[in-house]
């Protein structure tokens, strides 16, 4: 198991920027593909970004592409998401999710392929 824990939300003006981090228990980070998701309330979970075991594949929702980063520190049993130029539809709860991976490259996108949650952490936007 690996349990989750994202820091680095908070109140953030328009343009600006946030980083945001999750990290991981346990020594078997490295097998697990990680990703990124929003969800708002009354919403379905959205997908934001993904990132491969090796982190040397990802992948962007078109909503945050060109603007968002993610990136991982097998290590530091961490991964991270970069936002810049934050837009008030980027406000919302954002969670990190882990899925155990026999592939060094492969990514998931959907929610439900995803076995461990973080509790997420608020980003808010202020226009």
């Known amino acids: 198991q690996v349990q989750l824990v994202e820091s680095g939300g908070g109140l953030v003006q328009t343009g600006g920027s946030l980083r945001l981090s999750c990290a991981a228990s346990g020594r078997t980070f490295s097998t697990y593909a990680m990703g990124w998701f929003r969800q708002a309330p009354g919403k379905e979970r959205e997908f934001v970004t993904a990132?491969?075991?090796?982190?040397?594949?990802?992948y962007y929702a078109n909503s945050v592409k060109g603007r968002f980063t993610i990136s991982r520190d097998n290590a530091k049993n961490s991964v991270y998401l970069q936002m810049n130029s934050l837009k008030p539809e980027d406000t919302t709860v954002y969670s990190c999710?882990?899925?155990?991976?026999?592939?060094?490259?492969?990514?998931?996108?959907?929610?439900?392929?995803?076995?461990?949650w973080g509790q997420g952490t608020q980003v808010t936007v202020s226009s």
């Open positions: 990132i491969s075991r090796n982190g040397g594949y990802t």
């Open positions: 999710a882990a899925t155990w991976m026999a592939s060094l490259v492969t990514i998931r996108t959907a929610p439900e392929q995803y076995d461990y």
